[in-house]
T-cell receptor, first 116, second 113 residues
Framework: AQKITQTQPGMFVQEKEAVTLDCTYDTSDPSYGLFWYKQPSSGEMIFLIYQGSYDQQNATEGRYSLNFQKARKSANLVISASQLGDSAMYFCAMRGGQGGSEKLVFGKGTKLTVNP | DAGITQSPRHKVTETGTPVTLRCHQTENHRYMYWYRQDPGHGLRLIHYSYGVKDTDKGEVSDGYSVSRSKTEDFLLTLESATSSQTSVYFC????????????FGPGTRLTVL
């Protein structure tokens, strides 16, 4: 069975500093994808970044990058130059290839607080 | 923004009543999903659809049914609502196999008294 673990219930960072949010995963499927979503206090789920299991390079999207370490089964999100608007819940999720359903399994999330 | 709407956005109902939530997309995507979000659990998949009239169960499907008669609409029904189904419900869509994106609707907050 697929599983996502986010071990940090809460994280604090000073504005303009970088922060890493941890995510480890477990799957026996060789083909999978990893996602990060942001959920601000308003409640919507905002897609941030995606990493495929066969991608050779770490994914980047603006200030977001994904530190993908396949052997360690980790997919940490790095946010550079934190802004006050980055304060939110962050969820890591995994897509597996079993059955072609493209279902996502989510971690329980990390609450990030950016301090001025 | 992905064209996904959910209705209603908020609903309060009583135990034992039927409830239907609607998800509507304008993207013509093949896959549609219903998740629920509860404190301490993240998001959990209820049901999903991989085409018109093609649906399957997710992790927490008990007490829920779904229907998809058109590509653009995916309905979630609680046949007889219970207090344990008080939650925020999210619909999501994705284009297909090996997808690298899944977009979510704004959510529906359901309270069962």
């Amino acid at each position: 069975a697929q599983k996502i673990t986010q071990t940090q219930p809460g994280m604090f960072v000073q504005e303009k500093e970088a922060v890493t949010l941890d995510c480890t995963y477990d799957t026996s499927d060789p083909s999978y994808g990893l996602f990060w979503y942001k959920q601000p206090s308003s409640g919507e789920m905002i897609f941030l970044i995606y990493q495929g299991s066969y991608d050779q390079q770490n994914a980047t999207e603006g200030r977001y990058s994904l530190n993908f370490q396949k052997a360690r089964k980790s997919a940490n999100l790095v946010i550079s130059a934190s802004q006050l608007g980055d304060s939110a819940m962050y969820f890591c999720a995994m897509r597996g290839g079993q059955g072609g359903s493209e279902k996502l399994v989510f971690g329980k999330g990390t609450k990030l607080t950016v301090n001025p | 923004d992905a064209g996904i709407t959910q209705s209603p956005r908020h609903k309060v109902t009583e135990t034992g009543t039927p409830v239907t939530l609607r998800c509507h997309q304008t993207e013509n995507h093949r896959y549609m999903y219903w998740y629920r979000q509860d404190p301490g659990h993240g998001l959990r998949l209820i049901h999903y659809s991989y085409g018109v009239k093609d649906t399957d169960k997710g992790e927490v499907s008990d007490g829920y049914s779904v229907s998809r008669s058109k590509t653009e609409d995916f309905l979630l029904t609680l046949e007889s609502a219970t207090s344990s189904q008080t939650s925020v419900y999210f619909c999501a869509i994705s284009p297909g196999l090996a997808m690298n994106e899944q977009f979510f609707g704004p959510g529906t907050r359901l309270t069962v008294l």
